[in-house]
Antibody, heavy 124, light 111 residues
Framework: EVQMLESGGGLVQPGGSLRLSCAASGFTFSIYALSWVRQAPGKGLEWVSGISGSGGSTYHADSVKGRFTISRDSSKNTLYLQMNSLRAEDTAVYYC?????????????????WGQGTLVTVSS | DIVMTQSPDSLAVSLGERATINCKSSQSVLYTSNNKNYLAWYQQKPGQPPKLLIDWASTRESGVPDRFSGSGSGTDFTLTITSLQAEDVAVYYCQQYYNTPVFGQGTKLEI
């Protein structure tokens, strides 16, 4: 059974940093691309960042480029999101999501498994 | 960037009736080399993460009831739910994966 468990969310001041983690199990971790998708309170879904199965390719939405960094550790089956220079508009539930792996084109992801999410609140 | 626009933003349908949700992309998501539409549909119930319903515009995920169907090609797509059930109350999102992922704004479906 595929499981994905996010952690690391919390309250942070504007300009601060936070690192999210997502522990994954139930699939061959190094094969599948993974992403972070966020959802602001009462709003829709926004893809944030994605990383290839090998970790060699990363992609970020323009809204977070230069501030967020996605990475993965295959020895720990864990996905990370380092978030720096946080803004109020980054407040959201952050989901980690597994790419289904069939699009066949780099960075072209869609998601067959999701975690339950972790809430990040950016406020003074 | 491709922009995904859903309509309507919300709709109310009676139990047992048909619900139709539309999704329009600002450019074609049909990849001509394989003739596939890079379009997925998700269902999100309150307090839960999204659930993948349909990929390639019309292929249902395993376990998804056959009252859910997807159609369309190029820039215009439709999610149809026939014979609406109470458990179908949710927000539905389309997402293109022709480029890096972009979601529609969501359509809230109520009874």
């Amino acid at each position: 059974e595929v499981q994905m468990l996010e952690s690391g969310g919390g309250l942070v001041q504007p300009g601060g940093s936070l690192r999210l983690s997502c522990a994954a199990s139930g699939f061959t971790f190094s094969i599948y691309a993974l992403s972070w998708v966020r959802q602001a309170p009462g709003k829709g879904l926004e893809w944030v960042s994605g990383i290839s199965g090998s970790g060699g390719s990363t992609y970020h939405a323009d809204s977070v480029k230069g501030r967020f960094t996605i990475s993965r550790d295959s020895s720990k089956n864990t996905l990370y999101l380092q978030m720096n220079s946080l803004r109020a508009e980054d407040t959201a539930v952050y989901y980690c999501a597994k790419d289904k792996g069939l699009a066949g084109r780099p960075g072209r992801y869609y998601f067959d498994y999701w975690g339950q999410g972790t809430l990040v609140t950016v406020s003074s | 960037d491709i922009v995904m626009t859903q309509s309507p933003d919300s709709l109310a349908v009676s139990l047992g009736e048909r619900a139709t949700i539309n999704c329009k992309s600002s450019q074609s998501v049909l990849y001509t080399s394989n003739n596939k539409n890079y379009l997925a549909w998700y269902q999100q119930k309150p307090g839960q993460p999204p659930k993948l319903l349909i990929d390639w515009a019309s292929t249902r995920e395993s376990g998804v009831p056959d009252r859910f169907s997807g159609s369309g090609s190029g820039t215009d797509f439709t999610l149809t739910i026939t014979s609406l059930q109470a458990e179908d109350v949710a927000v539905y999102y389309c997402q293109q994966y022709y480029n890096t992922p972009v979601f529609g704004q969501g359509t809230k479906l109520e009874i």
